[in-house]
């Protein structure tokens, strides 16, 4: 098992550009989520989904378009990135609400 | 108000000593359980222990081991015999059973960073 992949690791964006955030897990988990890491801020719910079409928004989910079509698949849409969603990205995966996440790899993304 | 606390932003221990890494937590649901999760300088997060708010002992898992007290909201993380690998930032999290809400219901503090000395 690969577990929770991301693509890409590393992106650079100017302010305006769009872009999705890939993230596949091969574990067949319902539950699965994206967060973004802030300096001093530990991590912030941005989008999660319980299944394949069905999302929600989490904590901070402003600038942020997903969508669940497959259980492997969630990728994240920034639609007009900015500055302040330069972050580093994690999407994250569990089987069942009661059970452990596990992280991906991250996404680090500057914004110019 | 801030659900999980982790009032010690660093932290630094000798090698082969033991550490104890503090979280405090509040919720008022009876059912939840805590994690503790490492995130070396690569950046990933590995997932290290888990207590269940239910648990009658304390969760172990190797070097690592959860002090629960659950009347005082607390699960600190103690590191035995320390390794310069165990250098890190270590994020508490908190997973509350509500059911309405399902996946808001993951929060993590805001992580103490070890450094292991030799």
């Known amino acids: 098992n690969a577990g929770v992949t991301q693509t890409p690791k590393f992106q650079v964006l100017k302010t305006g550009q769009s872009m999705t955030l890939q993230c596949a897990q091969d574990m067949n988990h319902e539950y699965m989520s994206w967060y973004r890491q802030d300096p001093g801020m530990g991590l912030r719910l941005i989008h999660y989904s319980v299944g394949a079409g069905i999302t929600d928004q989490g904590e901070v989910p402003n600038g942020y378009n997903v969508s669940r079509s497959t259980t492997e698949d969630f990728p994240l849409r920034l639609l007009s990135a900015a500055p302040s969603q330069t972050s580093v990205y994690f999407c994250?995966?569990?089987?069942?609400?009661?059970?452990?996440?596990?992280f991906g790899p991250g996404t680090r993304l500057l914004v110019l | 108000a801030q659900k999980i606390t982790q009032t010690q932003p660093g932290m630094f221990v000798q090698e082969k000593e033991a550490v104890t890494l503090d979280c405090t937590y509040d919720?008022?649901?009876?059912?939840?359980?805590l994690f503790w999760y490492k995130q070396p300088s690569s950046g990933e997060m590995i997932f290290l222990i888990y207590?269940?708010?239910?648990?009658?002992q304390n969760a172990t898992e190797g070097r690592y081991s959860l002090n629960f007290q659950k009347a005082r909201k607390s699960a600190n993380l103690v590191i035995s015999a320390s390794q310069l690998g165990d250098s890190a930032m270590y994020f508490c999290a908190m997973r509350e059973e509500t059911y309405d809400n399902y996946g808001q219901n993951f929060v993590f503090g805001p992580g103490t960073r070890l450094s292991v000395l030799p």
């Open positions: 207590q269940g708010s239910y648990d009658q």
């Open positions: 919720t008022s649901d009876p059912s939840y359980g």
């Open positions: 994250a995966s569990r089987e069942d609400i009661g059970e452990t996440q596990y």
